[in-house]
Structure formats: C-alpha cells, structure tokens
C-alpha cells in the first residue's frame, strides 16, 4: 500500500550508494511502498565487492518479501533458499550441551501465567522433560521436517520461519526486482562528496567520470567503509569489542555430505568464538566466528578447514569486522542502512533484519516534500539505537552465560562486566524467571526462554501458582503437549522432500 503525493508537491530524489543487500533492499522498498512521494536512484560499482556471507534470516525477511509483492517461490528458486526453522546452540553453556532457540514458542499461557513457570515448577519437582520437547518448532527441526505453519489458532500455528540462502545471490535478485518497479541504477565510483555551504546538508555524489548524482535524501549502504556516514559526516562509531571480542570470519563453502538438509542453522562454539553450519540448496555454508585477541587468522582457516562437514568448494575467506553502531543512523538529510550503521556478529542472523528495520523505520518517518523535520530524525536515531542494543545485549548473553572456562576466551566472556540492561535483565530472570516487556524490537519472551534455560542459568524464584496445583496432573497435562507436537511433527513431510515437492522453490542447480 503506497502513500499519495500530496498536490502540488515534487517526489524526493533518494540517492542510495552501495548495492548488495542493504543497497537494493532500500532502494526496492521505497520504490515499492512509495512510489508517489520518491523517485530512486542506486549507484554502485562493479569493481567494490560484496560482504555476502550472511546466510541466514530471522522470520521478518518474509513480511518483507511479501509487502513488497515478491513471489516467495520465485525468491527461493533465485538465491537457492532453504526453509530455517530456528538455530541449534552446541557447547554454549557448556560442552556437550545443546539446544535450540526456535522461531516458535514453548507450550501455552494458562491463566495469565508463562509456560515457563509451569515447567519451571516441574523441573523443581524433578518431573520436567526437556523445555524443547513442548515447542513445534523444536521439534519439527531435530525431526528435519517441514511445512508452513497453520493459519489458524491451533498447536500447528505456533511456529514461524525464516529461510537460508545464499547472499551473493539475493542482492542481484533484489537488483532486477528494484530495476523492474523503477529504481534507476548508475554504474560509477563515488569521487567526491559536495555539501550545502549552509547546513552542510550533501547536495550531491561526483563519480569518477564526473557525473553528479544529485538528491534530496541520501542512504549510505555502502558497508564498512561508511562513505557518506563516516567518512564524510565524522559520525562517531561505538565500539562494543569489549562486549562482543568477536572481530573476525573464516568463511568457507562446503559440499553436503548427507541427502537430508537441515531446516535450522547451526552454531557451535569454539574455543575462541563459533563456527555456523548453514543448509542451503546447493551447498553448505560453513565459518569461523572468531576473536583475533585469541586465535591467529591462519589458526582459525586451519580450525575451519578441519571442523567443516563435506568437501571445501573454495579456500577460508577472512572478514574482518568492530562490533558496534553510529553514534546517530540518519545525520543532516543522510540515512545510514546495514554495515555503514552498525554491525553485529551473525550469531543470532540479525544483520538482514537490522538493514529491514532501519528501512521499515525511513519509510514510516520518510519526509514526503524533502524538508527533514528534525523531531522524525531524532525518532529514527531512537528507534535504531534500541534495536542494535537490545541485540547487542542478547549476543552477550549467549556468551556470559557459560560455566565454560576451557580457554582464555571463555574465561573473558564468562567474568566480564556486562552493560547495565543486561545485567537488569539477568536480575528479573534470576529473581522471578521474568522476562522484560517490550512492544517493539526484537527477541521476545521465547528467545530470551530458550537461551537461560538452555545454557543452564535457572532462576532462583519463579511464579507460585503452578506449585498451588497437583504436581502430577501438570506432569500429565504437558505429557499431553508433548504427544500432540510429536504427532503434528510425525506428519509433515522431510525437508528436503517438502522443497523437491514445491518445484517452482527448487533452483535448476540444486
């Protein structure tokens, strides 16, 4: 659904720099969903490579794909997607341990109080099996099975997903589609940057060839480097290394070495960071999430190389990255999306998610006659710093609550000082199994769930009520839950077999 220009009112020129995903993703979404209010224009170069890594999503990227009207099968046919039903966690809280933090939750509220507590209540009593025995979507992704969640009230709704696909792929896919709804695309570098003398507002992008790309608003996606950001705005970046030590990827395509392809991603920890698994049609992604204050970049290829399932398709790629974001997204009429506004490590897939919201939070606050009010600024600078640091503090959890203490990596992790909302958040849930309410952002209640309980951190006080109840009768009443997720698992069909059955998904090279 588009916004209408209002009479007498010329569209915003909107200068996106930088292709790739943030880039097209931008560009596709205010071409789509305002076509009267902008007109768009992409620059980027054939010469200035792609991060393209980022394999996997979280379930926002389909109200995306579907708000802006693209065909989900045409999309996963494209970028050789597969189905992703949540993340398998191995050795994070300690080793031999593992868990899954599904897209999905874990049994039902009863009478205003979380599924939790109940279970909580039976694991007191020593009459609790597993919490991801009471989640569909656990279920169904140990099983490697899938299918679409029901659209109704059932226990088969009680479940999204995301999907997994190849980066390399999705930004040329997001490329044509932007092309094909009016975004106009100019090959060049960007040379120099002219500002207003007055408000120091950018007037326009020098190419190499002279061309001057002029506009009214600008989004820098152009990645690390920041160009417009950055470089040429000073905008402060904030470092979170201290939090987050991770700084760089080994990165490494394999072949699959079984016919079956997981519908979840995988991480495993290592001794200085984790590695990712990630199915796709085609081949397996496979990388080393690591921090150089503790393993050398040639001890983490060799790591990656020796851990990796299947036959390497091509030798460790390093990426090198600082956790952290802008100080401010959007700085005089420039926007920053993806990589030129933050980053976060990929540990839980929030990057795609990150560049969706910045756009999603652009186009609800956009300046339809070109002037930028001041007041909409400062609400995207708001809106995007709550984001990046309630993800920020969910990664830190996955790592502070450990008892590993195997290597110097851990042992840093694990006795940090964490931020203060963190460290409010590990208090509610050690004092009362509470997690924080909140209406907007990322990561609910089942999230945060699945993390404590699944590195072990239970609390110390949890609800009363399911205690005033018959102990038995509840353990009944879950076992009743349990049978019924194995009975909705037990009839949905193999993953693999769901995507060959759904041919139009299935890319001609898989």
Same mark, same amino acid.
């Given at each position: 659904?588009?916004?209408?220009?209002?009479?007498?009112?010329?569209?915003?020129?909107?200068?996106?720099?930088?292709?790739?995903?943030?880039?097209?993703?931008?560009?596709?979404?205010?071409?789509?969903?305002?076509?009267?209010?902008?007109?768009?224009?992409?620059?980027?170069?054939?010469?200035?490579?792609?991060?393209?890594?980022?394999?996997?999503?979280?379930?926002?990227?389909?109200?995306?794909?579907?708000?802006?009207?693209?065909?989900?099968?045409?999309?996963?046919?494209?970028?050789?997607?597969?189905?992703?039903?949540?993340?398998?966690?191995?050795?994070?809280?300690?080793?031999?341990?593992?868990?899954?933090?599904?897209?999905?939750?874990?049994?039902?509220?009863?009478?205003?109080?979380?599924?939790?507590?109940?279970?909580?209540?039976?694991?007191?009593?020593?009459?609790?099996?597993?919490?991801?025995?009471?989640?569909?979507?656990?279920?169904?992704?140990?099983?490697?099975?899938?299918?679409?969640?029901?659209?109704?009230?059932?226990?088969?709704?009680?479940?999204?997903?995301?999907?997994?696909?190849?980066?390399?792929?999705?930004?040329?896919?997001?490329?044509?589609?932007?092309?094909?709804?009016?975004?106009?695309?100019?090959?060049?570098?960007?040379?120099?940057?002219?500002?207003?003398?007055?408000?120091?507002?950018?007037?326009?992008?020098?190419?190499?060839?002279?061309?001057?790309?002029?506009?009214?608003?600008?989004?820098?996606?152009?990645?690390?480097?920041?160009?417009?950001?950055?470089?040429?705005?000073?905008?402060?970046?904030?470092?979170?290394?201290?939090?987050?030590?991770?700084?760089?990827?080994?990165?490494?395509?394999?072949?699959?070495?079984?016919?079956?392809?997981?519908?979840?991603?995988?991480?495993?920890?290592?001794?200085?960071?984790?590695?990712?698994?990630?199915?796709?049609?085609?081949?397996?992604?496979?990388?080393?999430?690591?921090?150089? +204050?503790?393993?050398?970049?040639?001890?983490?290829?060799?790591?990656?190389?020796?851990?990796?399932?299947?036959?390497?398709?091509?030798?460790?790629?390093?990426?090198?990255?600082?956790?952290?974001?802008?100080?401010?997204?959007?700085?005089?009429?420039?926007?920053?999306?993806?990589?030129?506004?933050?980053?976060?490590?990929?540990?839980?897939?929030?990057?795609?998610?990150?560049?969706?919201?910045?756009?999603?939070?652009?186009?609800?606050?956009?300046?339809?006659?070109?002037?930028?009010?001041?007041?909409?600024?400062?609400?995207?600078?708001?809106?995007?710093?709550?984001?990046?640091?309630?993800?920020?503090?969910?990664?830190?959890?996955?790592?502070?609550?450990?008892?590993?203490?195997?290597?110097?990596?851990?042992?840093?992790?694990?006795?940090?000082?964490?931020?203060?909302?963190?460290?409010?958040?590990?208090?509610?849930?050690?004092?009362?199994?509470?997690?924080?309410?909140?209406?907007?952002?990322?990561?609910?209640?089942?999230?945060?769930?699945?993390?404590?309980?699944?590195?072990?951190?239970?609390?110390?006080?949890?609800?009363?009520?399911?205690?005033?109840?018959?102990?038995?009768?509840?353990?009944?009443?879950?076992?009743?839950?349990?049978?019924?997720?194995?009975?909705?698992?037990?009839?949905?069909?193999?993953?693999?077999?769901?995507?060959?059955?759904? +041919?139009?998904?299935?890319?001609?090279?898989?």
């Amino acid at each position: 659904m588009s916004e209408k220009m209002p009479a007498g009112r010329r569209k915003v020129r909107v200068v996106v720099l930088g292709g790739g995903t943030a880039g097209w993703m931008t560009a596709a979404g205010i071409a789509r969903l305002l076509p009267d209010l902008a007109d768009v224009a992409l620059v980027e170069s054939e010469d200035i490579g792609i991060v393209g890594v980022g394999e996997a999503t979280l379930p926002h990227i389909r109200g995306f794909v579907e708000t802006l009207g693209i065909d989900e099968a045409a999309f996963m046919k494209a970028t050789h997607a597969t189905y992703k039903l949540g993340i398998d966690f191995r050795d994070f809280g300690r080793i031999g341990e593992s868990y899954i933090h599904p897209f999905g939750s874990f049994g039902e509220e009863l009478r205003g109080v979380g599924f939790h507590h109940y279970w909580l209540e039976l694991q007191r009593q020593g009459l609790a099996r597993p919490l991801g025995d009471y989640s569909l979507a656990v279920a169904a992704a140990q099983a490697n099975r899938f299918r679409p969640p029901a659209q109704d009230t059932s226990l088969a709704s009680t479940y999204g997903y995301a999907y997994q696909f190849d980066a390399t792929l999705f930004g040329p896919f997001m490329r044509e589609f932007g092309l094909s709804i009016g975004v106009e695309r100019h090959e060049g570098k960007v040379t120099s940057v002219d500002r207003d003398s007055a408000d120091g507002d950018v007037t326009a992008l020098v190419l190499e060839d002279g061309r001057r790309m002029e506009g009214d608003l600008f989004v820098d996606c152009s990645g690390f480097r920041s160009l417009l950001l950055g470089q040429e705005l000073k905008e402060d970046w904030e470092d979170w290394t201290h939090w987050l030590p991770c700084d760089r990827a080994a990165a490494m395509p394999c072949s699959h070495v079984t016919d079956d392809i997981r519908p979840y991603t995988t991480a495993t920890a290592m001794p200085a960071g984790w590695r990712w698994q990630i199915p796709l049609q085609h081949r397996m992604g496979n990388g080393y999430v690591f921090s150089s +204050a503790h393993i050398s970049e040639e001890d983490a290829c060799e790591a990656i190389v020796g851990a990796a399932e299947g036959k390497p398709l091509a030798d460790p790629r390093i990426l090198r990255f600082r956790p952290g974001r802008r100080r401010n997204s959007w700085s005089h009429n420039v926007i920053g999306v993806g990589l030129a506004s933050g980053f976060l490590e990929p540990l839980e897939s929030t990057s795609i998610y990150l560049a969706q919201m910045a756009i999603t939070y652009l186009i609800e606050l956009f300046p339809q006659d070109g002037a930028i009010d001041p007041r909409d600024r400062a609400e995207f600078n708001r809106l995007v710093d709550m984001e990046y640091d309630r993800v920020r503090d969910f990664l830190i959890l996955h790592y502070h609550a450990t008892t590993r203490d195997d290597s110097e990596f851990w042992n840093h992790v694990r006795t940090m000082t964490v931020p203060d909302s963190l460290a409010d958040k590990l208090e509610l849930w050690r004092k009362a199994a509470r997690i924080e309410k909140y209406s907007d952002g990322l990561f609910y209640d089942a999230s945060w769930i699945a993390v404590y309980v699944g590195q072990g951190m239970l609390p110390e006080r949890h609800d009363t009520r399911p205690a005033l109840g018959n102990p038995q009768q509840l353990a009944q009443a879950t076992e009743r839950l349990r049978e019924a997720v194995l009975r909705e698992v037990g009839a949905m069909p193999n993953h693999r077999e769901y995507l060959r059955g759904e +041919a139009a998904r299935i890319a001609d090279a898989a």
